[in-house]
């Protein structure tokens, strides 16, 4: 007969669920408060608890873990735009899936008892090993991610740009997933949202980055009504490959700083980034 430890059983699972849930946000490019990751850990421990007792089909144990994995994640990014949560969820189940994977095989290997009910995990360890190897994992995720790409916290950088003599000042989130330069001069792309720029363009930007049709005749009338030098540059989402409006402004300050590294492109989409943040800019 296996005797199971409730507390090791919730905090084997609060912990694991916090792992992934940093690194969901990591990959997911979201920086949501340690408190709310946390939480979602904390749901999703509770719940491990309650459906390893009894045991069910197999079909129903993983449909409730499935379930539990959604109000987790739910959980830990409810400050986030709804849009974005399918997408969460299911970077979180992949990573659980795979995570757990390698944990598994690993204890299997070395001999440790390690059993499997619900789709919940139990694993009859010591907490000294329990809270080594959460260090460690943790210790080895940010080592792979890099210096500061592990962390959740917003970092923001509050930009200044100037074109035809007038001015306009925004705030913009520290991203490391943006990766945007220009193929010929090289310089970094803030992107930023249309409607934020113009104050310089007088209302002009944003009709007619809305219109269709072809896109030199666009460019031509921006250039013209605009009294800019726009260009287009290549770029990749989640979604699709696309081409970007840039531009580089008479004057950029960065932090107050003056600065020839970036360029601005400029997009007619709402850009979901939370909080009062209305640009992304690489690391």
Not at 52 to 72: D, I, M, N
Not at 250 to 279: F, M, N, P
Request: proline share 4%; hydrophobic share 50%.
């Amino acid at each position: 007969m296996r005797v199971v430890y409730l507390d090791t059983l919730f905090f084997l699972n609060f912990l694991t669920d916090y792992l992934l849930l940093l690194l969901t946000a990591r990959v997911g490019g979201r920086y949501p408060k340690r408190s709310r990751l946390a939480a979602g850990a904390a749901v999703g421990a509770v719940f491990a608890v309650l459906l390893y007792f009894p045991p069910a089909p197999v079909a129903v144990g993983w449909l409730l873990r499935g379930v539990t994995c959604a109000g987790v994640v739910l959980t830990a990014f409810s400050g986030e735009a709804k849009s974005s949560w399918p997408r969460l969820c299911g970077i979180f189940l992949l990573l659980t899936v795979g995570l757990a994977g390698i944990v598994l095989g690993i204890l299997l290997l070395g001999g440790a008892g390690v059993s499997l009910q619900n789709g919940v995990p139990y694993i009859n360890i010591s907490w000294t090993v329990l809270l080594a190897s959460f260090i460690a994992i943790y210790g080895l995720s940010g080592w792979v991610l890099g210096k500061g790409r592990g962390s959740t916290a917003r970092r923001t950088h509050e930009i200044q740009a100037q074109l035809g003599g007038k001015t306009t000042g925004f705030r913009v989130l520290e991203d490391s997933g943006n990766l945007l330069r220009d193929p010929i001069s090289g310089r970094k792309v803030i992107v930023v949202q249309a409607s934020v720029l113009e104050p310089m363009f007088g209302g002009e930007l944003g009709p007619l980055l809305q219109k269709e049709g072809d896109l030199e005749l666009q460019l031509s009338q921006l250039r013209q009504r605009c009294g800019a030098a726009f260009w287009l540059i290549p770029a990749r989402t989640v979604a699709q490959n696309c081409m970007l409006l840039a531009f580089h402004p008479e004057k950029l300050l960065v932090d107050g700083a003056a600065s020839e590294e970036y360029l601005l492109g400029v997009t007619a989409q709402q850009l979901e980034i939370g909080g009062d943040c209305r640009g992304l800019i690489g690391v």
